[in-house]
C-alpha cells in the first residue's frame, strides 16, 4: 500500500484544535495565540531557507512540517477570534446578563428541531437556530449584530420555518451555555411575524421533504419514521425507542444525512459514468451535479454542507483517477471549514465525519488488500474493512460523549450494509418523484420501507445482545485514552505475533465475560421500572423512558451524587426533569443532572419558595436551554414507556406546617402497567387534602415513594388507601432529623409492604418480571446525611 499524502493533515489538524480552544476562550487570548504562531512561524521560515543560521539536514527535512502546524494555529485562531469578537460583544452581553425582554429581527440558520420527549397535550419546544440582524431592548436601544441565537419557541407557527427565513420575534434573552459561537438563548413568546419569503431552493427542498413525508406516512411507524431521516435527516417521526437502540448499536449516522448518504448518491452517478465510459472530467461533472442537488433536497444547512464535504472528498478523488490525492483533500476541506464556520471544531457531529472519512481513506484499503490476500473474496473484504475503519477511527470520540465502547457497533454497521444504498436510493426517488407523481411515489417509498425495515431490526436485536456495551471513562480524557490504545495497537499490529496476541486476548475476554453479563448482568437490572438513587439526604428517583433515557424525579442535595447515580443507571438523556419542590435537599443537584447530558423540559411547582432553590433551578436550565414549566394539578406527560399525572396539591396550600413540603407535586405515573406514586416531600395536610379529594381508588399504588424521607408526618388512612407492594425510602445515612420514623415503617409492613431504604440497601430499583414484582439493591456505597 503507498505512503499517503499527509502534507496538509498537519495544517488542518492544527486549525481545528486551535479553533475548539478558541471557543472556549475570548477573542483577546485566541488573538494573542494566534500572533505568537505567527511570530514562531516567521522564524522557522527564515531558518529554514538559511537566512537565519544554517538548518541541518534533517531539520530542513522536517521543519515545514512545524511551519504548516504553526500556520494552521495562525488561521484558526485568526478566524476564531473574529467570530468572537462578535459573539462576545458588550451591548449584547449586558443584555443577556440582565435577561433583558427584547425585539429580534433574525435569519434562520436550520431546521426547528422538536424537543424530544415533550409534554403530552402541548406542542414540543423547538430549538431554532438563527443569525441576529438587529436587537431591540425595551428602553429602545437598538444593536445591530451578526450574533448567533438559540431560539426556545412553543408556538405551532415556528414549525414550518425554512432556512434563509427572516422574522422579527419578542422574548427574553438568556445565557447560552457556552463552548460554541452562541451568543445567546433567546426565550420567544408567541408567534414570529415573518419578513418576505425563504429563497426558491429552500422553497423547492420544503416542497420534497414534505412529499416523502406524505408518501412515507401509510408506512409502519418504525420504518416510515427511519427513512426520512435516512434520506433528508428530517426525524421528527423517528420513535423514540428507534433512536435509542440506534445509539446503543452506533448506527446513529444512518438517523440523519451523513457522508455515507452523499457517498451513495454520488457513487450511484459515478457507477453510471463509469459503465458508460465517460471520461474522468465528464464524470466529475456529474458527480458535481448529482451533489448539488442532493444537497438542495436535503437543505444546504450547515450540517448538510459538512455531511457533503466530508461524503465527496473520497469520490471525487476517485472520479479524477488520483485517489492519492484524496487525503490531501480531506485536509484541505477540514481546514476550510473550520476557517469559514468555526463552530464545527466543537461539533461532534463534524468530529465523527472527519475522523469517519479518514478511516476509510487510511485504514480501509490496507485492511481490504490484506483480507484479499488472505482468500476473503473482494466484496466481502469491502463490507468487513469499511465499517470496521470507520468504527475504530470514531470510537474515541464516541466514547467520550457515551461512556461506553459498542462490542455490537461493527457488526450491527456490517449487517446494515446491504440495506443503506437501497433505502437511500429509493428513498431519494421518491422525495423527487412525490411532486409529480405522488402515487408512484409511495410505491417507491413502500419499496423503501424494507431495506430500512431490516435497518430497524438490526439496531433492535443488537441494542438488547448482552455486554454490548462495556462502560468506558467518558469525556475528554475517556476519548485521549481510548485514542492512545487505538494508536497504540495500529502501530503494534504490524507484527504478526502482536496481532495474534491481541487476537488471543479479545476472544478470550469476550468468552470469559459474556456468561458472565448474561448470568449477571449488572446494574440497572433488567425489567425495571423505578430506581430510588442513594444520593444522601434527599430524593432521587428515576422512571425509564427507553435505553439511555429516563425522567427524573428530583435531583437531591449533591452534584456529584445524583449524577454518579444516572452514570450508573446510563442515562445519557433526561426526558423530563421533575423538581417536586424547592427545598436544597430536592435541589442542591440539579447541575448534576445536566452534566454532560441533555435535559429536554423541566418542570417546577407553582409554589416559589424557597427562592434560593427556585433561582437554583431556573438559572441552571437557562444556561442549557432547557425550557421550564410550572406544573398545575392535571399537568400530563408521556414518553416511551412512561405515562405521568400530576396530581397534588390538589389546591394552594397555606398556614401548614411547612408550606413548600406541602405544595409539593405529587404524581402518579405508570410504567410497564407498575403504578408508582411519587409523593415528594407532602406532609399531613397535602396527604390528608388528597385522600379527600381523589376517588376511592385514585391513591391506589403497586410502589409508594413515602414523602419526606420516611418521616413521622405520615397521614395513616392516606397510607391506607395506596396500599403499596413496595415502599422506597430514599434517606441519608446517619441523618439528624430521625428519618425514617420507625413506626411509620413498621405500619407499612404490617400491611404487607416491602420496604426499601437507601441509607441501607444503596440505589434500589423495583422490576417487573412475569411473575409479578422484585427488588434489587445496587450494593454501591452509600452517601452520608450532611
Known amino acids: 500500500m503507498a505512503v499517503p499524502d499527509l502534507r496538509m493533515a498537519g495544517l ?19 488573538l494573542l495565540l494566534a500572533i505568537a504562531a505567527t511570530g514562531f512561524a516567521g522564524v522557522a521560515t527564515l531558518h529554514l531557507l538559511g537566512l537565519v543560521g544554517r ?21 484558526g485562531g485568526a478566524a476564531t477570534s473574529a467570530r468572537l469578537v462578535v459573539r462576545d460583544a458588550d451591548p449584547l452581553r449586558v443584555l443577556v446578563e440582565a435577561r433583558a425582554r427584547v425585539s429580534a429581527d433574525l435569519v434562520v440558520r436550520d431546521d426547528p428541531r422538536p424537543v424530544r420527549g415533550g409534554i403530552a397535550g402541548r406542542p414540543p419546544t423547538l430549538l431554532v437556530a438563527a443569525r441576529l440582524v438587529t436587537l431591540t431592548g425595551s428602553d429602545g436601544q437598538r444593536i445591530t449584530t451578526p450574533a448567533r441565537v438559540l431560539v426556545l419557541a412553543d408556538d405551532p407557527a ?11 420575534v419578542d422574548g427574553r434573552l438568556a445565557q447560552p451555555r457556552g463552548g460554541d459561537l452562541t451568543g445567546a438563548v433567546l426565550m420567544a413568546v408567541g408567534a414570529p411575524m415573518r419578513l418576505g419569503s425563504p429563497s426558491v431552493l429552500q422553497r423547492a427542498a420544503g416542497r420534497l421533504r414534505a412529499g416523502l413525508q406524505r408518501a412515507c406516512a401509510p408506512l409502519p411507524a418504525d420504518p416510515g419514521g427511519l427513512l426520512p431521516g435516512l434520506v433528508v435527516g428530517d426525524t421528527s417521526r423517528l420513535p423514540d425507542t428507534v433512536e435509542e437502540d440506534f445509539r446503543a448499536t452506533g448506527m446513529t449516522h444512518l438517523n440523519a444525512v451523513s457522508g455515507s448518504n452523499v457517498a451513495i448518491v454520488v457513487g450511484a452517478v459515478l457507477l453510471l459514468a463509469r459503465w458508460a465510459r465517460a471520461g474522468p472530467a465528464l464524470a466529475v461533472g456529474l458527480c458535481g451535479l448529482a451533489l448539488v442537488g442532493f444537497v438542495i433536497l436535503v437543505r444546504p444547512s450547515p450540517s448538510v454542507v459538512r455531511a457533503a464535504t466530508m461524503g465527496a472528498v473520497g469520490l ?15 485536509a484541505a476541506a477540514v481546514a476550510v471549514l473550520v476557517l469559514v464556520d468555526p463552530d464545527l471544531a466543537g461539533d461532534a457531529g463534524f468530529a465523527l465525519s472527519v475522523l469517519a472519512t479518514g478511516g476509510l481513506l487510511l485504514l480501509a484499503p490496507g485492511w481490504r488488500d490484506g483480507l484479499r490476500r488472505r482468500g476473503v473474496p473482494p466484496g466481502a473484504a469491502e463490507a468487513l474493512a469499511v465499517p470496521a475503519a470507520a468504527q475504530l477511527a470514531c470510537s474515541p470520540v464516541i466514547a467520550g460523549l457515551t461512556g461506553t465502547v459498542s462490542l455490537v457497533a461493527v457488526p450491527a454497521n456490517l449487517l446494515a450494509v446491504p440495506a443503506i444504498a437501497p433505502a437511500t436510493v429509493l428513498g431519494v426517488a421518491a422525495a423527487v418523484a412525490s411532486s409529480v407523481w405522488p ?8 419499496l423503501a420501507h424494507w431495506p430500512a425495515w431490516w435497518l430497524v431490526l438490526v439496531a433492535r436485536y443488537g441494542a438488547r445482545l448482552p455486554a454490548g456495551n462495556l462502560p468506558w471513562p467518558d469525556g475528554v480524557s475517556g476519548a485521549l485514552l481510548l485514542s492512545a490504545l487505538t494508536v497504540a495497537l495500529l502501530v503494534a499490529s504490524r507484527r504478526p505475533l502482536v496481532r495474534r496476541l491481541v487476537a488471543v486476548c479479545t476472544v478470550a475476554v469476550v468468552l470469559g465475560a459474556l456468561p458472565v453479563r448474561v448470568i449477571a448482568p449488572g446494574w440497572p437490572p433488567d425489567g425495571w421500572v423505578v430506581v430510588a438513587c442513594a444520593v444522601g439526604q434527599g430524593d432521587t428517583v428515576l422512571l425509564p423512558v427507553a435505553a439511555g433515557r429516563a425522567v427524573v424525579v428530583d435531583a437531591g442535595p449533591d452534584p456529584a451524587a ?3 447515580c444516572l452514570r450508573r443507571l446510563g442515562v445519557r438523556r433526561v426526558s423530563l426533569l421533575v423538581i417536586s419542590h424547592f427545598h436544597v435537599d430536592h435541589t442542591g443537584g440539579v447541575s448534576g443532572v445536566f452534566r454532560g447530558r441533555q435535559v429536554d423540559t423541566v418542570l417546577v411547582p407553582q409554589w416559589p419558595e424557597p427562592a434560593a432553590g427556585r433561582d437554583l433551578v431556573r438559572a441552571t436550565a437557562a444556561v442549557h436551554g432547557t425550557p421550564v414549566a410550572a406544573a398545575p394539578t392535571g399537568w400530563h406527560f408521556r414518553a416511551g414507556s412512561v405515562d405521568l399525572t400530576v396530581i397534588g396539591p ?13 405544595n409539593s407535586l405529587v404524581l402518579i405515573a405508570t410504567v410497564d402497567r407498575v403504578r408508582i406514586l411519587l409523593t415528594g416531600d407532602a406532609e399531613v395536610e397535602e396527604q390528608r387534602a388528597l385522600w379527600e379529594r381523589l376517588p376511592l381508588d385514585g391513591l391506589r399504588a403497586d410502589v409508594l415513594k413515602v414523602a419526606h424521607h420516611g418521616s413521622a408526618y405520615q397521614d395513616a388512612a392516606f397510607l391506607d388507601a395506596v396500599r403499596p407492594a413496595v415502599a422506597l425510602v430514599p434517606v441519608g445515612a446517619g441523618n439528624t432529623y430521625g428519618h425514617p420514623n420507625e413506626s411509620v415503617l413498621a405500619r407499612l409492613a404490617r400491611g404487607g ?4 431504604r437507601t441509607d441501607v440497601d444503596g440505589d434500589v430499583a423495583v422490576v417487573r418480571s412475569p411473575r409479578g414484582l422484585a427488588v434489587v439493591r445496587a450494593g454501591v456505597d452509600r452517601v452520608r446525611a450532611p
Not at 415556528?158 to 422579527?168: A, N
Not at 402515487?439 to 413502500?446: H, K, N, P, Q, Y
Open 562 to 564: 445524583v449524577d454518579a
Open 650 to 662: 390538589p389546591y394552594p396550600m397555606r398556614g401548614t406546617r411547612s408550606d413548600p413540603n406541602n
Open 753 to 756: 409492604t416491602r420496604v426499601l
Open 12 to 30: 488542518a489538524v492544527a486549525a481545528w484544535l486551535t479553533a475548539l480552544a478558541g471557543l472556549h476562550l475570548d477573542a483577546r487570548r485566541t
Open 316 to 330: 471525487a478523488a476517485l472520479a479524477a483517477g488520483r485517489t492519492r490525492a484524496a487525503v490531501p483533500a480531506l
Open 158 to 168: 415556528w414549525r414550518g420555518l425554512l432556512p434563509g427565513q427572516r422574522l422579527t
Open 55 to 75: 538548518p541541518a539536514p534533517a531539520v530542513r527535512r522536517h521543519g515545514w512540517i512545524a511551519v504548516a502546524i504553526l500556520i494552521g494555529v495562525v488561521c
Open 439 to 446: 402515487d408512484g411515489a409511495e410505491v417507491l417509498a413502500w
